[in-house]
């Protein structure tokens, strides 16, 4: 549309990842949630490009049995896999809870793969953290999310 305001980045954090079958999968790791062995699937890198952590992430199987999936079941998987983007967690030393997450969308997902780049910053004096992530596609960034965690030392 003529008129409106122009993005200020024209970033596309998708374009610069490795794509996703150049990536670990994370669902034969120790402690993987159920949901990412059976119903999505989740690549990662295991150090930080130009300074930012990166995941993949698809559904596997659709949400409503023998329908197609939608743009906003694509839209919906990152926004909780941002959670501890970037950690490696040690279950054994601590717990983790994500008590909300938040996301922001200008556009539906295209394709298969989502791509999210961001970070996990704690407060470890109150046993807070939290998780922010840019959500794109080869079409560019549609969206944000951000999840907040507690923290229980075992």
């Given at each position: 549309?003529?008129?409106?305001?122009?993005?200020?980045?024209?970033?596309?954090?998708?374009?610069?990842?490795?794509?996703?079958?150049?990536?670990?999968?994370?669902?034969?790791r120790p402690g993987v949630a159920e949901f990412l062995r059976t119903g999505a699937e989740?690549?990662?890198?295991?150090?930080?490009?130009?300074?930012?952590?990166a995941v993949w992430c698809r559904l596997r199987v659709p949400v409503v049995a023998d329908?197609?999936?939608?743009?906003?079941?694509?839209?919906?998987?990152?926004?909780?896999?941002?959670?501890?983007?970037?950690?490696?967690?040690?279950?054994?030393?601590?717990?983790s809870i994500n008590p909300d997450v938040s996301g922001h969308l200008c556009r539906a997902p295209v394709g298969e793969w989502v791509a999210l780049t961001g970070h996990t910053h704690y407060a470890h004096a109150v046993g807070h953290g939290m998780s922010m992530a840019v959500m794109s596609d080869t079409e560019g960034i549609f969206g944000v999310t951000s999840t907040s965690q507690v923290l229980d030392p075992r």
């Open positions: 549309l003529t008129g409106l305001p122009v993005s200020t980045s024209a970033e596309r954090p998708a374009a610069w990842l490795p794509p996703p079958e150049g990536l670990t999968a994370v669902d034969l989740m690549r990662r890198t295991t150090e930080p490009i130009e300074g930012v952590h329908e197609p999936v939608r743009a906003t079941s694509r839209a919906v998987l990152p926004l909780d896999i941002a959670n501890l983007i970037g950690v490696s967690f040690d279950p054994t030393k601590a717990t």
